[in-house]
Nanobody, 120 residues
Framework: QVQLAESGGGSVQAGGSLRLSCAAS????????MGWYRHAPGKQRELVAG???????NYLDQVKGRFTISRDNAKNTVYLQMNSLKSEDTAVYYC??????????????WGQGTQVTVSS
């Protein structure tokens, strides 16, 4: 059974920091990319940060310089260090991973979501 177990969400004041973690288990193929999306009320889900299997990263413009994504391939775990948090960062954050099977079909996996609330 595939599971992406997220942790680290919570409430923090503006300017504070949080670290999200997501451990993937049960995926039989080699994980390709991992990342974090967020969904705020009244807005569309957006990609916050992604990291490829080789370590290449990409970020939403609004979080560049404040958030850092990293991964531990041995543990199939991805992290999101969030610093200088702003009220507009408030959202449910979802972990995402994808993996190719031996037929080059790409599978997508999602975590259950973790709430991040930033109060001003």
């Amino acid at each position: 059974q595939v599971q992406l177990a997220e942790s680290g969400g919570g409430s923090v004041q503006a300017g504070g920091s949080l670290r999200l973690s997501c451990a993937a288990s049960g995926i039989t193929f080699s994980i390709n990319s991992m990342g974090w999306y967020r969904h705020a009320p009244g807005k569309q889900r957006e990609l916050v940060a992604g990291i490829g299997s080789g370590g290449s990263t990409n970020y939403l413009d609004q979080v560049k310089g404040r958030f850092t994504i990293s991964r531990d391939n041995a543990k199939n775990t991805v992290y999101l260090q969030m610093n200088s948090l702003k009220s507009e960062d408030t959202a449910v954050y979802y972990c995402h991973a994808d993996a190719y099977n031996r037929f080059s079909h790409l599978y997508h996996y999602w975590g259950q979501g973790t709430q991040v609330t930033v109060s001003s």
